[in-house]
């Protein structure tokens, strides 16, 4: 069972996506928040695998909400994954890098929502396809530095093609597949990188391997 804590300021809206949400047995919503401060502290009391965060709220916004669950070491196991309406430039970075797991937009299909809520309580990384195509058009409107980026040189080669796999978005498995690897060895590598780059998760991989240049729009 996925356990799930909801953050949003609109009650239609966490009714909605309960509703979405419990109509798949592996999913139970165990509490929800109307905004960011008591998001954090529901978050606190019942620790579940996922939160499904809102941006603009009141008291606390979603990303400082975000940064607070990412930076409490009791809380490492829980995964947040932004849910909005908006998708700026400056959101989804932001996002990214305060420790979301994921983002989407609010006008996700039912049934994407909930594979991006199993993606994300199984260790996956996870960007809407219009929100992916906001990062990688920001990338290429800022040329990345070359791939010899002083981040990379602890990496095997073998450690750097799994990491330009992770860049494109894909999973254990397809990079297992792309690589001939076989998938344990890639969770294996993956979980390398994420100790070797000092990053917290699969999404912060995603943007290193495009900020360094080692995968390019």
Not at 14 to 25: F, K, P, Q, T, V
Request: net charge negative; charged share 30%.
């Amino acid at each position: 069972m996925i356990r799930i804590v909801l953050v949003d300021d609109q009650e239609l809206v966490r009714a909605g996506l309960r509703a979405l949400a419990e109509s798949e047995g592996d999913l139970a919503v165990v509490g929800e928040a109307d905004d960011g401060r008591a998001g954090v502290a529901r978050v606190r009391e019942l620790r579940p695998d996922v939160v499904l965060m809102d941006i603009r709220m009141p008291r606390l916004d979603g990303l400082a909400a975000t940064r607070e669950i990412v930076a409490d070491p009791a809380l490492a196991d829980v995964r947040v994954l932004i849910l909005t309406t908006f998708d700026e430039d400056e959101h989804v970075f932001e996002a990214i890098r305060s420790g979301a797991a994921g983002y989407l937009l609010k006008d996700v299909a039912p049934a994407e929502l909930r594979r991006a809520v199993r993606l994300v309580a199984g260790g996956e990384a996870l960007l809407d396809p219009g929100v992916t195509a906001t990062v990688l058009r920001a990338v290429a409107e800022n040329p990345a530095p070359r791939s010899d980026d002083h981040r990379l040189a602890g990496l095997t080669e073998r450690e750097r093609e799994v990491l330009q796999q992770l860049g494109r978005g894909l999973t254990n498995d397809e990079i297992a597949g792309e690589l001939y690897l076989s998938p344990a060895t890639a969770r294996t590598y993956v979980s390398r990188l994420l100790a070797k780059l000092g990053a917290r998760d699969r999404a912060a991989l995603v943007i290193l391997a495009y900020e360094t240049g080692l995968v390019r729009p």
